[in-house]
């Protein structure tokens, strides 16, 4: 059994992209972190669309990329009440 696997450049993409979205979701940069969905959405669908990722990785990063999705529907600054009302 491998414990690390060797990513490849696609894949080392991917989790930069995952990388700064998490960041962005710990310091509530709501605005960023919906600009880094919509990045991670376009890349992958580019990469799948190419064949640049193996089944494996497509189905992680593809339900890694739907969990993004649906933590961050309605996640925006619109709906934020100012503190001093």
Known sequence: MKLFRIQSKEEKRLDEIIGRLQMNLSNNYKDS?????????ETYDEMCSQGKLKEKPKAE????LAVYAEKLKGYS???????WH
């Open 33 to 41: 972190a919906q600009a880094n969905l919509a990045e991670l959405r």
């Open 61 to 64: 990063y593809g339900l890694k």
């Open 77 to 83: 600054h619109k709906d934020q009440k100012p503190y």
